[in-house]
T-cell receptor, first 115, second 113 residues
């Protein structure tokens, strides 16, 4: 599995605050993804990146922005947090090789609460 | 757009018994991947098993196996010899040319001792 670190693991913030969630991985995978999980809705894609210069919107990108600072780092920002962005956020680097192409391994998640 | 449906919000199984979790999907693509992920209370998303659509043979990983029916667009997960540690939320996921995972809503599996 890709070694994936997400910081912070838990965060409580107030409406209107800017928040950054960070993700780093140590396996050198080119592709990285950000998802949010809400009860009863599974996981939904926010943004993804195929390399440092390639950033793409997912199905629910409104209210979010991302930065791919390096191959190993992919950050998600909430410019002005709102309560309906309260969710569990996952980063997922993608492992691609002969045996496990197109498999995403997830980080430990960040639980974000917006009051 | 692709969709994934898990029709069982919750399932229960007795320890050491076998349980099958259902998943159906809708797609017009012919080449894709299907996954089952497990999410225990620790909330970590753990890959359980993976199936390539072009492979007719059903994937197996120890006590976990799938029944992949491509024509029916069905991808069920069978857990044999269920253990207490199998209790978790299970998600079925689809990945096609769109390069993203599309998830079902999940099935909560409870294991009774």
């Amino acid at each position: 599995d890709a070694d994936v670190t997400q910081t912070p693991r838990n965060r409580i913030t107030k409406t209107g605050k800017r928040i950054m969630l960070e993700c780093s991985q140590t396996k050198g995978h080119d592709r990285m993804y950000w998802y949010r999980q809400d009860p009863g809705l599974g996981l939904r894609l926010i943004y993804y990146s195929f390399d440092v210069k390639d950033i793409n919107k997912g199905e629910i990108s409104d209210g979010y922005s991302v930065s791919r600072q390096a191959q190993a780092k992919f950050s998600l920002s909430l410019e002005s947090a709102i309560p309906n962005q309260t969710a569990l956020y996952f980063c997922a680097p993608e492992l691609g090789d002969r045996e496990r192409t197109d498999t995403q391994y997830f980080g430990p998640g960040t639980r974000l609460t917006v009051l | 757009a692709q969709t994934v449906t898990q029709s069982q919000p919750e399932m229960s199984v007795q320890e050491a018994e076998t349980v099958t979790l259902s998943c159906t999907y809708d797609t017009s693509e012919s080449d894709y991947y299907l996954f089952w992920y497990k999410q225990p209370p620790s909330r970590q998303m753990i890959l359980v098993i993976r199936q390539e659509a072009y492979k007719q043979q059903n994937a197996t990983e120890n006590r976990f196996s799938v029944n992949f029916q491509k024509a029916a667009k069905s991808f069920s997960l069978k857990i044999s010899d269920s253990q207490l540690g199998d209790a978790a939320m299970y998600f079925c996921a689809y990945r096609g040319d769109g390069n993203k995972l599309v998830f079902g809503a999940g099935t909560i599996l409870r294991v009774k001792s």
